[in-house]
């Protein structure tokens, strides 16, 4: 099984608060996503980092925000939740020295209700 | 347009029975391709990659092929069983190296029942 976890799994909470969901990973994988599933349609990027420091926005607008301070940690924050963020996050990890199959090996999701 | 189709939507067969799941893409230029399987509330977890010159590459029950000229994949599950059950996700990268990007395809949602 790959080492990336991610907390919460679930987490209900109301309009206007604030989340923070944690990914980390112990592979030494440079490259670390956030991805957001919802159910019947293809994973769509919305966060991406090649490396400490380095973030960028993916593919789908996305309020939330993101840091990379470690090499293993890559949390994803939304400032105001609302019902339109309902979603599951996923976070993943891929790379590592010599690698350039880009498998993404996936934590086990964290699903958001914002009520 | 860079895009991964895959078919059927969903999928549902009797345990011991033999199944093909597909996976046409436009993305060009083509890297690799990879079949991930996703357990409900799960996340994905891979099954084949496979690259340009590659036909056919099997792992357990699970073959998978590609014919790069016509853009197709396949899947095939051999004596399926009910652990079977989940979503099988297509995903096709556009270059050689983890910085290519990704197309993920919606996913067939196989159920397996006994």
């Known amino acids: 099984e790959a080492d990336i976890y991610q907390t919460p799994r679930y987490l209900v909470i109301g309009t206007g608060k604030k989340i923070t969901l944690e990914c980390s990973q112990t592979m030494g994988h440079d490259k670390m996503y956030w991805y957001q599933q919802d159910p019947g349609m293809e994973l769509h990027l919305i966060h991406y980092?090649?490396?400490?420091?380095?973030?960028e926005k993916g593919d789908l607008s996305s309020e939330s925000t993101v840091s990379r301070i470690r090499t293993e940690h890559f949390p994803l924050t939304l400032e105001s939740a609302r019902p339109s963020h309902t979603s599951q996050y996923l976070c993943?990890?891929?790379?590592?020295?010599?690698?350039?199959?880009?498998?993404?090996?996936f934590g086990e999701g964290s699903r958001l209700t914002v009520l | 347009k860079n895009q991964v189709e895959q078919s059927p939507q969903s999928l549902i067969i009797l345990e011991g029975k033999n199944c093909t799941l597909q996976?046409?893409?436009?993305?060009?230029?083509?890297?690799?391709l990879r079949w991930y399987k996703q357990d409900t509330g799960r996340g994905p977890v891979s099954l084949t990659i496979m690259t340009f010159s590659e036909n056919t590459k099997s792992n357990g029950r699970y073959t998978a092929t590609l014919d790069a000229d016509t853009k197709q994949s396949s899947l095939h599950i051999t004596a399926s069983q009910l652990s079977d059950s989940a979503s099988y996700i297509c995903v096709v990268s556009d270059r050689g190296s983890t910085l290519g990007r990704l197309y993920f395809g919606r996913g067939t949602q196989l159920t397996v029942w006994p």
């Open positions: 980092s090649y490396g400490v420091n380095s973030t």
């Open positions: 996976c046409n893409y436009t993305v060009s230029p083509f890297s690799n």
């Open positions: 993943a990890s891929s790379g590592g020295q010599g690698s350039n199959t880009g498998e993404l090996f």
